[in-house]
C-alpha cells in the first residue's frame, strides 16, 4: 500500500474515533442527573436528543451525499460536530442540551457517510466487512475515552468540580477539528454517481418493501439499542446494586468499552477466516444467556462487571455484519441503503427512555435489564431467520 493511499485509510479509520463521542451520554447522564436533580426518566432521555436526529436526517443526507460526495458529507459532520461542542462553554442546562443536540447531528451526518466512505479506499471487497469492523475498533476505542475524557473535563479541566462536566464537550470539538483538517488534506478519489438518477425520501423507504432490508433495518434498530442501552444501564446496575459513587460506576462503562474494542479487534480477524453469519449466530446467543444471568442471577460486584463486559464482547460486531448483509442485498444503492440503515441508529433514543422509565416504574434496575433482552431476543431471530443473496 503506497504512503498517500496508507495516510488516505488513517484518515477515514481516525475520523470513526470522533463517530465514537456519541457514547459519552452515557457516563455524561450520571454527570448532568446529578447537577440538574434530574429523575431516571428524564436522565434517559439524554441519550435521545443525540440519536433521535439519525431517525430525521439519515435518509435526506444519505440521498444528499449522492452530491456532495461521501468525503465532503463526512466533513460537514464534523463541522457541525466542532461548532456545536462550543455552545456547552455557556455553562446552562439548555446549552448542554443543544450541545447534545449538535453532537447528534454531527453525528448522523458521519455515520450515514463513514461506513460508504470505508469503500473508497479499500478496493478489495473481500475485505470490506473486515474493514468496516476495524472502523468499529477505533469507535469502540473512542467510547472507552469517553469516561477519561469526563474525568479529564472534572478533574483538570474543572478543578474537580463535577459542576463544570460540560467541559468534556469542548475537549471532543477540539478532536473533531483534528479528524477533518487530517482528512480534508487526505487525497481520497471521489465515487463515481449517476448524476441524471433523481432519488427522493419516498423512493429510499420504499426499500423497506423488500423483507430482508426491512428486517435488516430492524436489527439496525435493536443492535444500536442494546449497545447504547447497555452503555446507558451499566453505571445505573453498579449503584443501584452495590452502592457504587458516580465516580466508581464510570468504571462500568470503561469496562464495556474495554471488552467492546477487544471484541471488535478479534472480530476483523475472525471473520476472514469465519463466515459473517456464523459469528453473529454463536456471539448473539450467547449473548442472550449473559443478559438472562445478569438480570436474574446473583452475583457480587466483579462477576456484574464480567457480565457488562461480556456483552460488549459479544454485540461489537453485529453492527458492521448487519449493515453489510444488507448492502449485499442493493450492492448498487450503497448509499441509499446506508442513509437507510444510519436510520434506524435512532434505536439508542429509543432504549433509554425505556430503560429509565421501566427502572423508575418497577423501582428495580433488573428491569431496565430486561430492555436488553428484548433486543438481544430479535436480534437472535436476525442472525437464524433473515437470508440474503450477494
Known amino acids: 500500500m503506497k504512503g498517500k493511499q496508507l495516510s488516505s485509510v488513517g484518515a477515514v479509520l481516525f475520523s470513526f474515533f470522533v463517530m465514537g463521542f456519541c457514547d459519552i451520554v452515557g457516563i455524561s447522564s450520571d454527570y448532568a442527573r446529578e447537577a440538574f436533580g434530574w429523575s431516571q426518566t428524564v436522565a434517559g432521555l439524554l441519550p435521545s436528543m443525540v440519536f433521535v436526529w439519525f431517525l430525521f436526517l439519515s435518509v435526506p443526507i444519505g440521498i444528499r451525499m449522492n452530491r456532495w460526495g461521501r468525503k465532503n458529507t463526512v466533513l460537514v459532520g464534523m463541522a457541525v460536530t466542532i461548532v456545536g461542542m462550543m455552545v456547552p462553554l455557556v455553562g446552562t442546562s439548555w446549552a448542554c442540551l443543544v450541545g447534545y443536540a449538535a453532537l447528534g447531528i454531527g453525528n448522523a451526518v458521519l455515520q450515514v457517510s463513514e461506513n460508504p466512505l470505508v469503500k473508497n479506499v479499500v478496493s478489495d471487497e473481500k475485505m470490506l466487512t473486515s474493514s468496516l469492523t476495524a ?74 418493501r423488500q423483507p430482508a432490508i426491512l428486517l435488516l433495518f430492524l436489527g439496525i434498530f435493536f443492535a444500536v439499542a442494546i449497545d447504547v442501552g447497555t452503555n446507558f444501564v451499566s453505571s445505573k446496575v453498579m449503584m443501584s446494586r452495590y452502592a457504587w459513587t458516580v465516580a466508581q460506576a464510570g468504571q462500568a462503562p470503561q469496562v464495556y468499552f ?59 460486531c453485529i453492527f458492521p455484519i448487519i449493515y453489510s ?20 441508529v435512532a434505536g439508542g433514543g429509543a432504549a433509554t427512555p425505556l430503560i429509565g422509565f421501566a427502572t423508575d416504574r418497577m423501582g428495580d434496575i433488573t428491569a431496565g435489564v430486561l430492555v436488553l433482552l428484548a433486543c438481544a431476543a430479535y436480534l437472535c431471530y436476525c442472525a437464524f431467520g433473515i437470508k440474503t443473496t450477494k
Open 135 to 208: 472502523g468499529q475498533v477505533v469507535k469502540a476505542v473512542s467510547s472507552f475515552c469517553g469516561p477519561f475524557i469526563m474525568l479529564f473535563a472534572v478533574n483538570v479541566l474543572g478543578g474537580g468540580d463535577k459542576q463544570q462536566w460540560y467541559l468534556a464537550f469542548p475537549v471532543l470539538g477540539g478532536i473533531t477539528l483534528l479528524s477533518a483538517l487530517w482528512l480534508m488534506l487526505s487525497p481520497i478519489e471521489r465515487e463515481h454517481v449517476d448524476e441524471t438518477e433523481k432519488v427522493t425520501v419516498g423512493e429510499t423507504f420504499a426499500l423497506l
Open 258 to 316: 474495554i471488552c467492546r474494542t477487544a471484541g471488535a479487534f478479534l472480530g476483523v480477524f475472525l471473520m476472514t477466516k469465519i463466515a459473517a453469519k456464523i459469528y453473529f449466530q454463536v456471539n448473539i446467543v450467547a449473548c442472550m444467556v449473559v443478559v438472562l444471568s445478569l438480570a436474574f442471577v446473583p452475583m457480587g460486584e466483579v462477576m456484574a462487571l464480567a457480565h457488562i463486559g461480556a456483552v460488549g464482547f459479544l454485540c461489537s
Open 325 to 344: 448483509m444488507a448492502v449485499s442485498v442493493c450492492p448498487d444503492k450503497a448509499n441509499l441503503i446506508s442513509g437507510l440503515m444510519i436510520t434506524a
